[in-house]
């Protein structure tokens, strides 16, 4: 087997991001990544996460909850290995 794809404990790994929408429908998915490189630095090198840096990634507007004079926001929720930022 090809070393790209052990991982720090030698096991052999592929990298598999995605995101989900409130209805656990995926919206967004990246497979394939070597199983050496880190989460985070996959995550950062990827398409979506350098869209979400830049601030370009399509996210949808903030919704206004009826009745309640208040938004509903997009968010995120992510393991530790992922930097905390704010968009």
Do not use: W
């Not at 199983?35 to 990827?46: M, T, Y």
Request: aromatic residues 10%; contains cysteine.
């Amino acid at each position: 087997m090809d070393s790209r794809f052990h991982n720090y404990k030698g096991t052999f790994s592929i990298i598999l991001l995605a995101c989900v929408d409130a209805n656990y429908k995926f919206v967004l998915v990246d497979i394939g990544a070597e199983g050496h490189n880190s989460d985070g630095g996959v995550f950062k090198n990827s398409i979506f996460g350098q869209s979400l840096e830049k601030g370009t990634l399509d996210l949808p507007c903030p919704v206004e909850i009826p009745a309640q004079q208040r938004c509903c926001l997009s968010f995120l929720l992510g393991m530790k290995l992922f930097p905390l930022k704010a968009i």
